[in-house]
């Protein structure tokens, strides 16, 4: 055999292997070997393939500590981005592997109804944004625990129930109300079993409501009423705490029946009704701050935590209007007409100061 016919011969069978070589589309999964790493990337070699691929750096997925890194001689399977075409080679993608992979296993997390952990990126209108395995979650303020985003949630890993899990659509809604109940659960009797009336224990303030704050102990939230939250009369809880605060509270009440606990905030100080017996006696002008104006008269702050009322009756003349007659704030003299600390009962008058 010539040269030239050895040439034709070996020229043949490299087109017809080429022939078999296998031709990969858009979406294909495919087989590669890490051959190097380049600036931008990797190069890989495609098994069934007479080529080589291209892995860029912004397609390899996030671990906990940043992007991961490759081995030379790695095996594995990789998401084909871009097809091979004349002019440019085949771009793959590890991310779409590990973005498909993560939709199946919150899947089957929605299914066996497994809790999982989630990292709160942002608050958006209505709840939160999470990330979740390179996949963004959405938390529903009514799925979260303390019932409203807050700026202490960022940056923060919680356990979330999947609601609902649709890569078709990019939808993944979780729920962190439903990771929590269920957690309380199975901690609820150990934790009051660990727990005393009277006791003075530290929790986190987790919801806000009008009419008072749930706070975590131990893994099971306490009921502080705002009745409880000071001696003072507030208009709201959050006049005096926060989401997120770490806070010290005394245990009031424990039902082991319903499993509940009561807390309060104000019992942590000392009773301001019990430290002015003796401070003061009836027939005695003071002087007082206006707190709150009602129709029928005026709550007047005569002690840190107490407060006594000034009836629109003893204010002047009668047919008086309490709120032309004083503004919130206002600092003025008062005649102490009852004085009864024991029943929290304290009775003021302005009109017979002048007589």
Not at 184 to 192: G, P
Not at 282 to 303: H, L, P
Not at 312 to 331: C, T
């Amino acid at each position: 055999m010539t040269i030239l016919e050895t040439t034709k011969l070996d020229e043949f069978e490299q087109l017809l292997e080429e022939s078999f070589a296998k031709s990969y589309n858009v979406a294909d999964i495919i087989e590669g070997i890490v051959i190097r790493k380049d600036k931008d990337g990797y190069l890989i070699s495609v098994k069934g393939a007479k080529t080589e691929a291209i892995l860029p750096d912004r397609e390899m997925p996030a671990g906990e500590e940043g992007k991961i890194a490759l081995e030379m001689g790695d095996l594995k399977d990789f998401y084909v981005l871009r097809e091979e075409n004349d002019e440019e080679p085949m771009i793959l993608s590890l991310k779409r592997i590990a973005c498909a992979q993560a939709w199946t296993q919150l899947n089957d997390a929605k299914n066996s109804g497994d809790t999982i952990l989630a990292k709160v990126v942002s608050l958006v209108k209505g709840g939160v944004l999470v990330d979740v395995a390179d996949l963004k979650g959405f938390i529903p303020s009514s799925q979260l625990r303390t019932g409203l985003p807050f700026d202490g949630l960022i940056d923060q890993k919680i356990e979330v129930k999947v609601l609902e899990a649709d890569p078709k659509k990019n939808k993944l809604i979780l729920s962190q109300r439903q990771a929590v109940a269920e957690q309380r659960d199975q901690v609820v009797d150990n934790v009051l079993a660990s727990l005393e009336e009277n006791m003075v224990v530290k929790g986190e303030i987790v919801r806000i409501a009008d009419f008072g704050a749930f706070v975590d102990i131990n893994g099971i939230d306490g009921l502080l009423p705002i009745s409880e939250i000071s001696w003072q009369r507030i208009k709201h809880p959050s006049d005096i705490i926060t989401l997120g605060e770490k806070i010290e509270v005394k245990i009031i009440r424990i039902d082991n029946e319903l499993k509940r606990i009561s807390l309060s905030l104000k019992r942590m100080g000392e009773n301001p009704w019990q430290q002015i017996e003796g401070k003061f006696k009836e027939g005695e002008i003071i002087k007082g701050t206006v707190n709150k104006i009602t129709s029928f008269g005026a709550f007047v702050n005569i002690f840190p935590g107490v407060e006594a009322l000034l009836p629109a009756s003893e204010m002047a003349g009668e047919n008086v209007n309490p709120f032309n007659m004083l503004k919130v704030g206002e600092e003025l003299e008062v005649l102490i007409k009852k004085f009864t600390p024991q029943e929290h009962r304290i009775a003021l008058s302005t009109r017979d100061i002048a007589k």
